[in-house]
């Protein structure tokens, strides 16, 4: 299976710090996306990184990829309360022109105020 | 623009019993997706689309069915409901893969309970 899996299942800190999930994965891919999901919600894009890319920022997150540990973090800077939600790797398969996300179990992140 | 709409949000049906899902969007994608989501599995492809007409299964197809007629429109049906049929069914879409946006789409869910 591709699935990616994220680690840690669930995630609790305080308003203010960082938060880091990280992802795994089994086969090679094209790209991989973050997507974030409030409870009883569906899921919304994130970012999405190239596997020719290391790095990406957008606004308080943070992405990297080591396609050679075939791992990704997100990084969430400052969270919020508002930050409190389930966020799930998905990666597609090199070569796939289908369109086909191959998503992990998520981490539930919980930021109290 | 309404984005990816699903009718309807929550349904309960007996074993047995038969039921359509509808997904909806405006966006013009050309590739849409069934998802179902449950504890602890995260989210499984059921099927999808590459464009009006065609069909594919995914992960998890045994005992579902799709259509789609038309672009903005993908149906999923349950021919005889069980109960392991019982989740939260996300529908999603996206542009091609030519266009080089690959991100997803999703629906706000439709919560089914077979009993």
């Not at chain 1, 973050?34 to 020719?52: A, E, P």
């Not at chain 1, 075939?70 to 998905?90: E, H, N, P, V």
């Not at chain 2, 007629?69 to 149906?75: A, D, T």
């Amino acid at each position: 299976s591709q699935q990616g899996e994220e680690d840690p299942q669930a995630l609790s800190i305080q308003e203010g710090e960082n938060a880091t999930m990280n992802c795994s994965y089994k086969t090679s891919i094209n790209n991989l996306q973050w997507y974030r999901q409030n409870s009883g919600r569906g899921l919304v894009h994130l970012i999405l990184i190239r596997s020719n890319e290391r790095e990406k920022h957008s606004g308080r997150l943070r992405v990297t990829l080591d396609t050679s540990k075939k791992s990704s973090s997100l990084l969430i800077t400052a969270s919020r309360a508002a930050d409190t939600a389930s966020y799930f790797c998905a990666t597609d398969g090199r070569g796939s022109t289908l369109g086909r996300l191959y998503f992990g179990r998520g981490t539930q992140l919980t930021v109290w105020p | 623009n309404a984005g990816v709409t699903q009718t309807p949000k929550f349904r309960v049906l007996k074993t047995g019993q038969s039921m359509t899902l509808l997904c909806a969007q405006d966006m013009n994608h050309e590739y849409m997706y069934w998802y179902r989501q449950d504890p602890g599995m995260g989210l499984r492809l059921i099927h999808y689309s590459v464009g009006e007409g065609t069909t594919a299964k995914g992960e998890v197809p045994d005992g579902y069915n799709v259509s789609r007629l038309k672009k903005q429109n993908f149906l999923l049906g349950l021919e005889s409901a069980a109960p392991s049929q019982t989740s939260v069914y996300f529908c999603a879409s996206s542009y091609s893969f030519e266009r080089e946006r690959h991100e997803q789409y999703f629906g706000p869910g439709t919560r089914l309970t077979v009993t």
